[in-house]
């Protein structure tokens, strides 16, 4: 992972470990309630379904109490709001280190694409991220943050659209953008296609074919 | 919808119907059995989520007995199986009909990538979509109709990617298949951000930077 700082590294590490009750931490390892909550929920919304988690199982899985999530969480969509910030933090300092890299020249377009790429397929939370999805569409807190996520996301795609050709124009910034918007999260559903390329062969043929598109997409 | 034959515009108009108890539909138009709980799934599938719909609900929204139910279905998950299925058809007719015209040289490739993108940007069930692709993660059969679906839809692609550029190498093909699958899959979600343009110019503007990325694909 050398894209992320030690805040990403010990995120990661508590969102990949399984909190389950054979799993032995050192104490001073140990993540905090609120991490082991989220821990928890990641798996069971995957596993069960958002809606079929009850409180009790995740208190079980996180090994707190059911009032220690009530006194960090007001309810269940408040967890998957939790889980969305996140994300999001996570997704920003990513892409801000990978924009940083190829606005000031130390890394090309087509690196900073690659690399955003096997972030976008390194995501093993496919099934909460569509859970997540269809909660956006009922829940007005949970669909405004994912569009504050995407309205983030989409300022660093432009700007890296405009480093890799710098002649194209407001509309076809727009364009290209809600192109690169589009392929960047169609990504994250590949597993459900049976699709023919490994990762690493994936983000580098589809940042190749997307600097192909960029460098001739004047209308 | 100069896409679609009688077959499909009659399953919109059973899709598009509200179905709930105010509806009055002439007796000799009014849609089977099957057809009414399917409708009424994706309202309530999407509305309330797939776990917390229960049958009576449906039954009550479809109109029909929860026996009748279980005599047409084995379980919510053959629901869910025949929404996919239905959608399947429908897909395969448009996709096949775009993708003869495009082969024949009735419309051009930009013609046709336009096409799909206007249908994959028409569908008002996103939130169905999602409920269902998190399903597809936790139901082996519901994963596996899902993947033949992808398979269908991959290989239109790849003949309308064929006859946008013939000098494609098996390599380059593959990639610019895996890209059109993720970019298309990706604009049906496109409404959880805040896109700035809209139908028909998301729809021209991208057939047009598609087409872009396909006459430079070779690598």
Same mark, same amino acid.
């Given at each position: 992972?050398?894209?992320? =700082?030690?805040?990403?590294?010990?995120?990661? &590490?508590?969102? *990949?470990?399984?909190?389950?009750? *054979?799993?032995?931490?050192?104490?001073?390892?140990?993540?905090?309630? #609120?991490? #082991?909550?989220?821990?928890?929920?990641?798996?069971?919304?995957?596993?069960?379904?958002?809606?079929?988690?009850?409180?009790?199982?995740?208190?079980?899985?996180?090994?707190?109490?059911?009032?220690?999530?009530?006194?960090?969480?007001?309810?269940?969509?408040?967890?998957?709001?939790?889980?969305?910030?996140?994300?999001?933090?996570?997704?920003?300092?990513?892409?801000?280190?990978?924009?940083?890299?190829?606005?000031?020249?130390?890394?090309?377009?087509?690196?900073?694409?690659?690399?955003?790429?096997?972030?976008?397929?390194?995501?093993?939370?496919?099934?909460? +991220?569509?859970?997540?999805?269809?909660?956006?569409?009922?829940?007005?807190?949970?669909?405004?943050?994912? &569009?504050?996520?995407?309205?983030?996301?989409?300022?660093?795609? &432009?700007?890296?659209?405009?480093?890799?050709?710098?002649?194209? =124009?407001?509309?076809?910034?727009?364009?290209?953008?809600?192109?690169?918007?589009?392929?960047?999260? *169609?990504?994250?559903?590949?597993?459900? *296609?049976?699709?023919?390329?490994? &990762?690493?062969? +994936?983000?580098?043929?589809?940042?190749?074919?997307?600097?192909?598109?960029?460098?001739?997409?004047?209308?």
């Amino acid at each position: 992972m050398p894209l992320a =700082g030690a805040l990403l590294r010990s995120y990661k &590490r508590v969102k *990949g470990q399984k909190v389950g009750a *054979g799993n032995l931490v050192a104490a001073q390892q140990r993540p905090d309630g #609120r991490s #082991r909550i989220i821990a928890a929920a990641r798996n069971l919304f995957a596993s069960r379904g958002f809606h079929l988690t009850a409180m009790s199982e995740l208190a079980a899985e996180a090994q707190v109490s059911v009032g220690q999530i009530y006194r960090l969480f007001k309810n269940k969509d408040d967890i998957i709001l939790a889980i969305v910030e996140d994300d999001h933090r996570e997704w920003m300092v990513q892409m801000t280190q990978v924009r940083d890299a190829a606005v000031s020249g130390r890394i090309s377009p087509a690196e900073a694409f690659e690399r955003l790429i096997l972030e976008t397929l390194s995501d093993e939370y496919e099934t909460l +991220t569509f859970e997540i999805l269809a909660e956006a569409g009922r829940s007005a807190e949970v669909g405004a943050r994912i &569009r504050q996520f995407a309205g983030d996301f989409r300022a660093v795609l &432009r700007d890296l659209a405009c480093r890799a050709n710098d002649r194209l =124009g407001e509309r076809d910034l727009e364009a290209v953008t809600e192109l690169l918007m589009a392929t960047l999260f *169609g990504l994250s559903g590949r597993n459900l *296609g049976d699709h023919h390329l490994d &990762r690493e062969a +994936t983000a580098s043929e589809i940042a190749r074919l997307i600097m192909a598109m960029l460098k001739n997409a004047e209308s």
